[in-house]
């Protein structure tokens, strides 16, 4: 990712927000600039729940460029509170722990490098729910 | 000299974090043939974690538990050694991670393992002038240990953050004052451009962090006009299980003062965080009323020393965070290879 381009998206990225439609109430993550459902312009930023449930997940062995050191790890769909679904990694968990159906938060993690010298992205995933 | 504010400051809230991964120290002995113990385990990063999402994990947690608005919070410092970026500060990160920006100060302290107690002094006399409402202070570190060297024992990773404000915002625990005490003492240092940081054995102990601490310590006290026993707890940094313990000691504690705030054998030294995490550990479990001494020490050398007075209020503020031990107990044991994959020592 370019550094503008990562820049442009910290805000929502760090703080899980995303965007609603005021026509409709069709919520969004990543934002969208039309609302898929009604077709409305009219989108408002929506700070999304940062609790949700394991729709689906699967475990990554062979990543694709960038992401080699933290393999193997999990990519799970999570449906959030609020309805919204979200691609997601699920960390703090090994793969033979993983359910469907379990409930996880969000955790602030480091998601991708830019070699030893770039810049370092961070941004949300998902971990069992710490109580 | 005693530091007394002109206003009454106290910590509004506070979170902890520590990564879930330990190393046993018996491990480090079984790969390089040791047989020291300074402490049972330590806590280890995951390898997407950094003293950057410890600092932000911990400065959420803060904001739970102060429930305030993070727009109110005008300066955001963190204390670390283990800085992801050489030139470019953790403390926006996690200011606009939690969404303090950008009407907000922001910048990285170092003072080896006190620089978080090094932000509390500078957040206490901001947030004390009225130059801001809320000032956060932040100590994190992912700590270095050279493999074999007697610190890769106890090098650890974790951190806590605390949020001040003033009175009359509610607060969980007023500061009484704060003494400083800094000295040009070379017990510990890592060069630029240095993976590992070296240290001076033996020198290390009472010329630095027993001078230091116990100077800071009884210096507060005298200035106060206190004695161990107006105390009901008090916390030391924490290299290992041993020196806190001795210092505790040597100035007049027992270890029923010390123990809710002894988190290094579970832990490890976490450096910038480690005296700021055996406060949180100390207000997990205090009670109004409680008089609370915190002494850091950071090598190079020096040691802050505050007195706290917890109020009212640390009983009616319903958590929305975990406690500290909620983070001891969660837990998953690793082998020395993977350790070794997780803080980078592999060449590939």
């Known amino acids: 990712m370019s550094v503008p381009r990562y820049w442009r998206e910290t805000r929502y990225r760090y703080r899980l927000i995303g965007e609603m439609c005021t026509e409709c109430g069709a919520i969004f993550f990543p934002r969208r600039a039309v609302c898929l459902k009604c077709g409305s312009v009219e989108l408002e930023e929506y700070k999304l729940k940062e609790i949700g449930t394991v729709a689906t997940w699967t475990t990554i062995r062979n990543p694709p460029e960038g992401y080699e050191k933290y393999a193997p790890y999990i990519v799970a769909l999570v449906e959030l509170d609020d309805g919204v679904m979200v691609l997601t990694q699920v960390v703090d968990i090994e793969p033979e722990e993983m359910k469907t159906g379990m409930r996880v938060e969000a955790a602030f993690r480091k998601v991708k490098e830019d070699g030893s010298s770039g810049i370092i992205e961070y941004g949300f995933k998902f971990r069992p729910i710490i109580e | ?348």
Request: net charge neutral; charged share 20%.
């Open chain 2, 1 to 348: 000299m005693i530091m007394k504010t002109v206003n009454t400051v106290g910590i509004v809230g506070y979170g902890a974090y520590i990564p879930m991964n330990r190393l046993r120290a018996s491990e480090v002995n079984r790969v390089w043939g040791g047989s020291g113990t300074p402490i049972e385990e330590k806590s280890v990063t995951a390898m997407d974690e950094d003293a950057v999402t410890i600092a932000v994990e911990c400065a959420r947690y803060a904001v739970k538990r102060g429930k305030i608005a993070p727009k109110d919070i005008g300066a955001v410092y963190v204390g670390t050694e283990s800085k992801p970026y050489a030139v470019k500060p953790c403390g926006t990160i996690v200011a606009e991670s939690i969404g303090a920006t950008p009407n907000v100060m922001a910048a990285d302290y170092e003072f080896a393992c006190k620089a978080g107690t090094e932000a509390f002094q500078t957040c206490i006399g901001l947030v004390s002038s009225g130059m801001v409402r809320y000032a956060m202070a932040i100590g994190a570190d992912t700590a270095q240990g050279r493999p074999a060297d007697a610190l890769e024992y106890t090098a650890a990773c974790g951190g806590a953050a605390y949020i001040f404000g003033r009175k009359p915002d509610r607060t969980i625990a007023d500061l009484e004052g704060s003494y400083s005490f800094v000295t040009d003492t070379p017990d510990f240092w890592r060069r630029g451009r240095e993976m590992y940081p070296r240290h001076g054995s033996r020198f290390t102990g009472e010329p630095a962090y027993f001078h230091h601490v116990i100077s800071a310590a009884k210096g507060l006290m005298e200035e106060l006009g206190t004695e161990p026993g107006d105390f009901t707890y008090a916390v030391f940094h924490q290299p290992n299980t041993k020196f806190p313990i001795k210092a505790a000691r040597t100035i007049g504690f027992g270890m029923d003062a010390i123990k809710p705030g002894l988190v290094v054998p579970f832990v490890g030294n976490t450096y910038a965080g480690s005296t700021l995490l055996g406060l949180a550990a100390t207000l997990d479990v205090a009670s109004p009323g409680d008089r609370i001494l915190a002494v850091s020490y950071g090598s190079g050398a020096g040691s802050d020393a505050f007195s706290f007075i917890v109020q009212d209020e640390i009983a009616n503020n319903p958590r929305l965070d975990p406690p500290v031990s909620v983070f001891i107990n969660r837990k998953r044991y690793i082998d020395y290879s993977l350790y070794s994959k997780l803080r980078g020592k592999f060449i590939k």
